[in-house]
């Protein structure tokens, strides 16, 4: 497999790679207690603020979530159904691997420092927001090359769990004795 610095890259619009759509609030007063990840705009627990059971035309699941308010730019993948707040705007990629969204999320976040409070990450200005992706050889997001890419980087971080787990745990992990 090539190294990312093997790779060409090339500035896409987000709107060429991915639908965006606006999330919608549920104030606290309308929230009832559930399993559903209501996704808001934080930068902690994969952008998870609450969990509902509530139910409305944000819920969707292999999204990605761009904050566009409060920590701007962070971007974050959602292979479960969750519903999103107004902050946040769902991106729905026109490749719907999950590898590839992962990829994207990560390209997005790359960004957020050009982003604050008098520069909010709105829907107009996401669409036009440029992010680099690797190239195939007709100029196109190499799909393939994102989806191969981030499954070695969640082989190699699982491998270091795994190591960690060992070092903390002993070498049976299985709980036996």
């Not at 946040?88 to 390209?107: D, Q």
């Not at 969640?154 to 270091?160: C, G, P, S, V």
């Amino acid at each position: 497999m090539k190294k990312l610095s093997e790779m060409k890259w090339k500035a896409f619009f987000l709107e060429d790679v991915c639908t965006i759509n606006s999330g919608r609030d549920i104030y606290e007063r309308e929230r009832i207690m559930g399993k559903t990840p209501y996704i808001t705009a934080t930068a902690e627990q994969n952008g998870i603020g609450y969990f509902v059971g509530n139910v409305n035309e944000t819920l969707e699941e292999n999204c990605i979530s761009v904050n566009r308010n409060g920590s701007v730019g962070y971007a974050f993948f959602h292979p479960y159904p969750a519903l999103y707040g107004n902050d946040t705007r769902k991106l729905i990629p026109h490749n719907r691997n999950k590898y590839v969204a992962m990829f994207i999320a990560r390209a997005i976040t790359a960004q957020k420092d050009k982003y604050g409070y008098g520069l909010k990450m709105g829907t107009a200005r996401l669409r036009r927001q440029k992010i680099m992706l690797p190239i195939d050889e007709n100029g196109q997001p190499d799909y393939s090359f994102m989806e191969t890419y981030m499954k070695t980087v969640e082989k190699r971080l699982l491998a270091q769990y795994k190591a960690y787990l060992t070092h903390i745990h002993g070498s049976n992990l299985n709980g036996g004795g």
